[in-house]
């Protein structure tokens, strides 16, 4: 595989200081970004090429291209975090890199190097640092890195043209409310990825077809949706964009992953922490009746969700057909905020990286 340079182009026009630092008192997440973005293109026969970091800005595409009919798309989410010494690092990058390629393999694109891709986030970073949040508060640098078909043409087959662009936004907390407990919906009928599906690739598709039972989450008052396996309908899969811990006690346990679940990055990393703190950490097969059953005798402690954007957000209130509970009475859990902390502690360079997690710029 090529490996192209990045060739720096700059924007003329960066945003102000001040404007930037009015974005940075209350970024929210995905809704402003920095000054630049990395393109990068791939063309058949040609490889990977044309690297190059630019200005922030619309692409053009043709209303035939690829993309927009056939959805040929992966995406990926990972952070860049200020350290105590006012330089930035990011999380596991090269983990990002490899789910990137797995997920390319499943939509039949091609494969980004992981070097290539960490050096493309690198860039970035490097160029907008100034949008890096302050250290002290949770407030991250969300990296969104991205490709598209860009084949021009209405044939259904893998495109022969791919763009892969890296944008970047200062990210606060993901759900309004911050570490406020989340109310879940465990849908007993839509589910969101078939076993041979798409489940495990970060595709949008698994989040368009996500958005009708989120919004059946929501008339039900609820935050997010619970999905459960495609095939019996019971066994607990994740909620619509992050992976769900259950804590029994001094143990954690989130579900297997079963070819239909996304391997988040965060999910991963906590089943270490989480023994570095003491507790036990497992992979296992939880039914959405066990779930209740083990709430309501009270064996079931806690529940959590995590992601890169959620980063550790507890449950607070779960429903399902029939059924309501409180986890916890309804508050961030012990074993849920001691997680937290521990894993925002190495990723802000608080305490030793003893994994070597962090990739320093
Ligand atoms: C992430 O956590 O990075 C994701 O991609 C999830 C998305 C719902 C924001």
């Not at 043709?62 to 010494?85: M, W």
């Not at 039900?220 to 992050?242: N, T």
């Not at 890169?308 to 309501?324: C, F, L, N, Y």
Request: glycine share 10%; charged share 20%; aromatic share 8%.
């Amino acid at each position: 595989m090529t490996t192209p340079t990045i060739e720096l182009k700059p924007s003329a026009n960066p945003l102000s200081d001040a404007e930037r630092e009015a974005i940075l008192t209350n970024p929210g997440f995905g809704r402003h970004f920095t000054d630049h973005m990395v393109t990068i293109r791939w063309t058949e026969g040609r490889g990977w090429h044309d690297g190059q970091l630019v200005p922030y800005a619309p692409i053009p595409l043709d209303p035939a291209t690829h993309v927009l009919h056939y959805a040929q798309e992966i995406f990926e989410g990972l952070k860049a975090y200020r350290q105590p010494d006012g330089s930035v690092a990011t999380f596991r990058p090269e983990k990002n890199a490899q789910r990137f390629q797995a997920s390319s393999r499943r939509l039949a694109m091609p494969e980004l190097p992981v070097e290539t891709f960490i050096e493309a986030c690198d860039a970035l970073v490097q160029q907008d640092k100034a949008w890096v949040p302050a250290h002290g508060g949770e407030e991250s640098l969300y990296l969104r890195p991205f490709m598209i078909a860009t084949e021009v043409g209405l044939g259904v087959k893998p495109a022969n043209e791919y763009l892969f662009i890296v944008i970047a936004s200062p990210a606060g907390a993901y759900f309004p409310g911050g570490v406020k407990p989340v109310s879940i919906w465990a849908s007993e009928d839509r589910v969101r990825a078939v076993p041979g599906g798409m489940g495990d690739a970060k595709t949008g598709g698994n989040y368009a077809a996500s958005l009708l039972a989120q919004a059946e989450a929501a008339a039900k008052g609820c935050d997010q949706v619970c999905y459960l396996d495609a095939v019996e309908h019971k066994w607990v899969e994740e909620l619509g964009g992050m992976n769900l811990y259950f804590v029994y006690g001094d143990k954690i346990v989130t579900p297997s992953l079963s070819g239909s679940i996304l391997e988040g990055v965060t999910r991963d990393s906590l089943l270490t922490v989480a023994r570095d703190l003491g507790y036990e950490s497992e992979e296992a097969r939880v039914s959405v009746d066990q779930w209740q059953r083990d709430s309501e005798n009270g064996t079931l402690t806690e529940v959590f969700a995590c992601g890169t954007a959620a980063v550790i957000t507890p449950v607070g209130t779960v429903k399902r057909a029939g059924a309501e509970w409180k986890q916890s009475g309804g508050e961030p859990g012990e074993v849920t905020m001691k997680l937290r902390q521990a894993l925002l502690d190495i990723q802000r360079g608080i305490t030793a990286d003893k994994h070597g997690w962090m990739h320093e710029l």
